[in-house]
């Protein structure tokens, strides 16, 4: 995999690209970026035909344990891997070991393994049934098992145990991967842990820095599940700032969740390169929202909301997506007040678009030197309070 810097702004904003890596060696991905996030292959909502004509779709999807599993003897039969089965061929994958979008019980994870939670309940996952999935999902990417179960509330001991546990895993991993043909073209991304402890965290990066990994994906946090998308990078960003601060240059960094654009924006001046789009997605779940950045009226609009039910005009003006070319105000928010299930579709084409274009204007701000005019545009337009009247 190559990662080339094409530009460095404020002294921590990386505008990149990746290249050679995995089954599409041919490709350049653009950086920042955010990967599709599915759920076992899938974008919720959406067939495949459908997200692949959103505009700006970058070609990397992400995949969880938490999906496959309880599934991977499935796979194993299949042997042609993850991508093929879920015909996204077109689509680089990164497995990642939870679904951002489902929060994970603290408490399970021991010496010898992680706990994985699965539509069937608790999965143990060690380094062998962790490579026998892998192997089995055949992803261009993946992220080495690590015990990321660290919260602010963690003693210095528990942390320093989750950070020995991750390096103990990554070496294992690193062996095996080696030896095993089905993942000669994958990629190992290793994890910096190390919950809210500096000191930890330096050390977690320093020691995974001197392993042959592709890139770095942060952990530790307890920042995925759908109710953890009003945190911000800001309440994490000294630590992520300092631990990114020291990792080497030619190398992607990824932080996985539900971050909001002006979460996104932090993150970049942190030195993040690669998020994922289960923000826009948890809009969607939500059913009511649909994600803007551009009109000064915030971030979200509220379409259940009955001054919307004879509001004619498109969802956003001039915005180029499925959705808001061809439906209104009004009939998304009739769909809404009748349960139909074309109001999650359209809501999470509209959200994708848009969210997607949001990163290519990220990208375009970068090139130009105009990030801090971005910034300052997103700061004024970030909701001071939620309007919950009817
Ligand atoms: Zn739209």
């Not at 259940?304 to 499925?322: A, I, M, Q, T």
């Not at 074309?342 to 990163?359: D, I, K, M, P, T």
């Amino acid at each position: 995999m190559k990662f080339v810097l094409r530009c460095l702004r404020n002294s921590s904003c990386r505008r990149a690209s990746i290249s050679e890596c995995g089954r599409h060696g041919d490709k350049t991905l653009e950086t920042p970026m955010c990967m599709l996030y599915t759920r076992g292959g899938n974008a919720p909502y959406l067939g495949s035909d459908m997200f692949k004509k959103i505009q700006s779709l970058p070609f990397m999807a992400m995949v969880s344990l938490t999906h496959w599993a309880e599934h991977a003897d499935v796979l194993a039969e299949y042997q042609k891997g993850v991508a093929k089965f879920s015909s996204m061929e077109d689509f680089l994958f990164y497995c990642c070991t939870h679904d951002t979008a489902t929060e994970v019980p603290q408490g399970y994870n021991e010496k010898s393994g992680v706990a994985v939670w699965s539509r069937g309940g608790k999965i143990k996952v060690d380094v062998p049934s962790f490579m026998k999935i892998q192997e089995a999902l055949q992803p261009d990417w993946y992220q080495a098992l690590s015990d990321g179960d660290t919260s602010e509330t963690s003693s210095d001991k528990r942390v320093q145990k989750a950070v020995d546990r991750t390096l103990a895993f990554l070496d294992e991993i690193l062996a095996e991967h080696r030896k095993m043909e089905r993942l000669k073209n994958s990629e190992v991304f290793g994890v910096i842990e190390g919950g809210y402890n500096i000191e930890e965290r330096l050390r977690s990066a320093k020691e995974t820095a001197a392993r042959p990994v592709s890139g770095f994906t942060i952990g530790g946090f307890h920042n995925i599940g759908l109710k953890s998308g009003d945190r911000t990078i800001e309440d994490v960003g000294e630590i992520v700032k300092k631990t990114i601060s020291t990792l080497p240059e030619d190398k992607p960094r990824l932080m996985s969740s539900l971050w909001g654009p002006d979460s996104i924006l932090e993150g970049i001046e942190q030195g993040l390169d690669i998020f994922d789009t289960s923000y826009p997605l948890k809009m969607s779940f939500n059913h009511d929202k649909f994600i803007e950045h551009n009109s000064g009226a915030g971030f979200h609009i509220d379409l259940n909301h009955k001054r919307y039910c004879e509001d004619f005009g498109p969802v956003l003006e001039n915005c180029s997506c499925y959705t808001c070319q061809r439906f209104s105000r009004a009939y998304i928010n009739h769909l809404l007040n009748t349960s139909e299930l074309l109001a999650g579709v359209l809501l999470s084409l509209h959200n994708l678009h848009h969210y997607l274009e949001y990163f290519e204007s990220i990208r375009c701000a970068l090139s130009e030197d105009t990030f801090d005019e971005l910034k300052t545009l997103i700061k004024k337009q970030k909701p001071e309070t939620v309007d919950t009247s009817d």
